[in-house]
């Protein structure tokens, strides 16, 4: 799958707002894929201490897209999205509340618990960060190995077949993870994540520390993956939103201003604080 | 930039020359501080030469390797031959590293990942503070307290688990174990507090990517926060280490001072140090016994070094990484 | 309905019992003090009297053994001088290493012996003073007060100058540069400017250093001994507080026993009193 490239032609031609042509959803190789769920926010509120960072937000991320988040730096993107998989009650003074729904489960109930939360739904953070003391096979492992003692090489070879690494790490798993390139750390924090079948993967400005080839190896990823996954990813660069996503939603200063199919965000937005944002007018 | 690399601005006469007079003190500040400072080396040189000589009778007359690794430390017949004493050494020494060390690393987990944010500081400035008890109040405490509060558990535990090494038979009051378990106190803060600033320097990122494959808190610890910290740690125990091995007052108080190999945890035992401050009043007009006690004192002095070089290197790795 | 894959029993199991565990071993480091300090007050405040601190310590057996007056006295005196030796000596090594010694090879040698002067054992300081000054005829044989402060002082060195290099480093450059570009020397700027601003600092560390030599036996049985009586002659044999402590606990009588017990709450006291202050200091002062 990694053979499938985008030409660069393509590239080279098409204006920054246009989006490339999406490639077709390959099926799932071994194993049945596991469901994809769509998430949604209801009202949801946050706060760091007693700085009120997200006001009552709702939104809708479908099942099996792609949807991004676009907005200047504190708009609360990235709160959001640690929202969901409740990693922003980790922060010390950090606390949430209204309801995120996985399909029809309040991930916020108190009869959830918060493990279960995040392994049904995987993140990938902008600054690659692979176990250090951690072999490449041990990293992707290391979620399963969470759950059970045996892990099955297969499960190592299909995660890192997915997150597009396979090629190039499948002579060296034993060596450590972190002496990969920074793209390859990335993918293989992709591969982690993927180990233990999510059913959503939230992607924090994954590209945002890569150089443009492995930015646009992770998108290829992205593409590839939303066919099996909800994928919910955070990015500063619009161009990126409008390469990879099939939804982006504008926020800003915490509030959800406008949210719909890309292409129209970017060409044909409702408000007029997108038409500023997106024509680089601020942020 | 470093101020040792610093040059005064060229052609700003006016300003340098306000007052000649203090500009001339400064090679001789420059100079009285570089004495100084290789005064406090040739100190430590100094230091090992005059070890050397003061042993050298007692050395000479046992051979190095005789004087450590025989074991006949006998006062009456002027024989040193200290085996006992350096098993004592490691044997206490090590009781304290079994014992104290995973209760450190245990506090410093919990104090640093795991306790409420309110009573971080309360619980560091309580553990800090075993340090601030001098050793002869720990010594003190032991013999009056711990020796006749823990003999029935001893006995108790002689008696139950016979069956593992070095363990079994009568209960001497003063012994190697109550030293260790001194010893372990004694070293639990520098242990502490050393492991804590490792396991702060854990970075956030890889305690969240943990958490956000559905780790549980402990499990978190375990792939993230240990492994990283690992090397710290063992250094900080070393660090304990070269503190027990070196530890006088409070072991000769409570190790019996008998000049035997232990057979079990709770016989009697001795130490280098212990020796040292028992036997030196007595020892005053024998030459020959004041040489191997100085002799004791130069074998200590070389173990600790090299412990706690050791245990340097490895927590500023630890540290670095 | 969704449903979350379960975190399994076994793994809510194992993070209960570790976190318990973590929870119970740190309440297992905090016994001892608790223990400690309880057994000094309940058998130290017994001791504590008006002639506790005013008589000295009789040396009979059998009548009555009196007071821990020269110990007190002797405690202070010599670890006054010890720290008139250690912490000027110390500071202005610490400065060297700062002004001059960073990033420098001999500098670099200076701070790794110093750090390896840390882990010697007291004891071992008390032997070679007692080799130095004691037993060779150099400065006069015999036991003297003024040699334990030696001792101390040696003691007291390497802390010193570890933790005042911490401080002075502390001291931001910017400081320095700006006082030298007005054409102040280098003496004149490490004195009126560096040390001032760090003295908070220095004077924490000084204090803890100052804590721990209070409270060492060993260096001291072989340099200034014991005697009974109150001395303010530091060129002759001095009592101090752990030596006092460290010889009455050998004696079986009882009433020798309560006076160490005594003896050790006071001298408990004063280290703790000397640590918290020094940790007062060091929090009203904090350098952001």
């Known amino acids: ?283 | 930039m470093e101020a040792g690399s610093l040059r005064l601005p060229p052609g700003g006469r006016s300003l340098d020359e306000r007052s000649p007079a203090s500009r001339a003190a400064d090679p001789f500040f420059r100079w009285g501080l570089t004495v100084l400072a290789t005064l406090v080396l040739a100190l430590i040189a100094f230091f090992f030469i005059f070890l050397l000589s003061k042993a050298h009778p007692a050395l000479s007359k046992f051979g190095v390797f005789g004087f450590v690794f025989k074991d006949n430390w006998d006062v009456s017949r002027n024989i040193y031959e200290a085996w006992s004493l350096v098993v004592g050494t490691i044997v206490t020494s090590a009781i304290a590293l079994i014992l104290g060390v995973p209760v450190a690393v245990a506090a410093a987990l919990y104090v640093t990942e795991l306790c409420p944010p309110r009573a971080k500081g309360a619980l560091t400035i309580l553990v800090d503070l075993l340090a601030a008890v001098p050793s002869v109040v720990y010594g003190l405490w032991g013999v009056f307290v711990l020796i006749p509060h823990l003999k029935p558990a001893e006995q108790w535990f002689s008696d139950t688990f016979a069956f593992l090494p070095f363990v079994g038979g009568s209960v001497a009051g003063p012994n190697v174990f109550i030293a260790g378990l001194i010893l372990a106190i004694m070293i639990l803060p520098i242990v502490s507090a050393i492991s804590r600033e490792v396991i702060l320097t854990v970075p956030r990122d890889h305690k969240e990517a943990a958490l956000a494959l559905g780790a549980t808190r402990w499990e978190m610890l375990r792939i993230a926060v240990l492994p990283y910290s690992r090397s710290g740690i063992v250094g900080a125990s070393m660090l304990g280490l070269g503190r027990a091995l070196g530890e006088t007052i409070a072991v000769t108080l409570v190790v019996g001072n008998a000049p035997n190999v232990p057979h079990q945890i709770f016989d009697q035992g001795y130490t280098l140090a212990a020796v040292i401050a028992n036997e030196f009043g007595e020892a005053a007009n024998n030459p020959l016994h004041v040489g191997a006690l100085i002799a004791a004192g130069l074998v200590l002095f070389v173990l600790t070094l090299a412990v706690n070089a050791t245990a340097r290197a490895v927590v500023n790795r630890g540290l670095a990484a | ?288």
């Open chain 1, 1 to 283: 799958m990694t053979d499938q490239r985008i030409s660069e032609e393509t590239v080279a031609e098409s204006p920054p707002v246009q989006r490339l042509g999406v490639p077709e959803a390959k099926p799932a190789a071994r194993e049945v894929a596991s469901e994809a769920r769509a998430v949604r926010l209801e009202s949801l509120n946050a706060w760091y201490g007693d700085h009120h960072t997200i006001k009552g937000l709702s939104l809708d991320f479908a099942a099996n897209r792609a949807t991004a988040l676009i907005g200047p730096s504190g708009s609360g993107k990235s709160t959001v999205v640690r929202c969901i998989n409740r990693m922003h009650e980790e922060l010390p003074a950090a606390r949430a509340e209204g309801r995120v729904l996985l399909d029809d489960l309040d991930l916020y109930d108190r009869a959830v618990d918060v493990t279960a939360v995040r392994r049904a739904i995987g993140m990938v953070f902008q600054k690659p960060n692979p176990f250090p003391t951690m072999s490449i096979f041990d990293n992707v492992a290391a979620g399963l190995r969470l759950t059970s003692r045996k892990v099955d090489h297969e499960h190592v070879e299909k995660a890192l077949h997915g997150a597009g690494l396979w090629e190039e790490v499948k002579d060296r798993l034993a060596k450590p993870g972190i002496g990969l390139s920074g793209g390859q750390q990335q993918r293989l924090c992709i591969a982690r994540a993927l180990a233990v079948e999510p059913e959503v993967i939230l992607m924090d400005e994954p590209a945002s520390a890569l150089d443009p080839i492995s930015t646009l190896k992770i998108e290829e990823l992205v593409q590839e993956l939303k066919s099996r996954v909800t994928i919910i990813i955070v990015t500063h660069n619009m161009q990126q939103a409008a390469r990879v996503a099939d939804s982006t939603a504008f926020l800003l200063d915490g509030e959800l201003v406008e949210v719909g199919p890309t292409e129209k965000i970017f060409t044909n937005p409702a408000d007029e604080r997108t038409e500023r944002y997106v024509t680089g007018k601020f942020g």
């Open chain 3, 1 to 288: 309905m969704t449903a979350l894959t379960a975190v399994s029993g076994r793994r809510r199991r194992a993070d209960s019992v570790a976190r318990g565990a973590l929870m119970v071993l740190t309440g297992v480091a905090l016994v001892p003090l608790v223990l400690v300090v309880y057994y000094l007050l309940k058998r130290g405040l017994g001791a504590i009297s008006w002639d506790f601190f005013t008589t000295d310590p009789t040396g009979s057996f059998l009548g009555n053994p009196g007071g821990v007056k020269s110990a007190i006295l002797g405690t202070i005196e010599i670890v006054a001088l010890a720290t008139l030796i250690a912490v000027p000596t110390g500071v202005l090594v610490a400065l060297y290493l700062v002004e001059f010694g960073r990033g420098k090879r001999f500098g670099n040698v200076v701070r790794y012996f110093v750090d390896v002067m840390t882990g010697v054992p007291s004891i071992v300081f008390g032997l070679f003073v007692y080799i130095v000054l004691v037993t060779s005829s150099f400065v006069g044989v015999g036991f003297a007060g003024w040699k334990g402060a030696v001792a101390l002082a040696l003691l007291m060195l390497p802390v010193v100058i570890r933790s005042g290099e911490v401080v002075l480093l502390l001291v931001p450059d910017s400081l320095r540069e700006a006082a030298l570009a007005l054409g102040a020397p280098r003496w004149k700027v490490a004195f009126r400017v560096v040390l001032p601003s760090a003295l908070p600092g220095l004077i924490t560390g000084s204090l803890l250093a100052v804590a721990r030599a209070a409270g060492e036996t060993a260096p001291l049985l072989f340099t200034s001994a014991i005697v009974l009586g109150t001395s303010f002659n530091l060129d002759g044999r001095m009592n101090s507080l752990p030596v006092q402590i460290f010889t009455d606990v050998g004696q079986a009588q009882d009433r020798l026993v309560t006076r160490a017990w005594g003896a050790a709450l006071t001298l408990v006291v004063l280290v703790l009193l000397l640590t918290l202050i020094a940790r007062l200091f060091q929090r009203r002062n904090r350098y952001t």
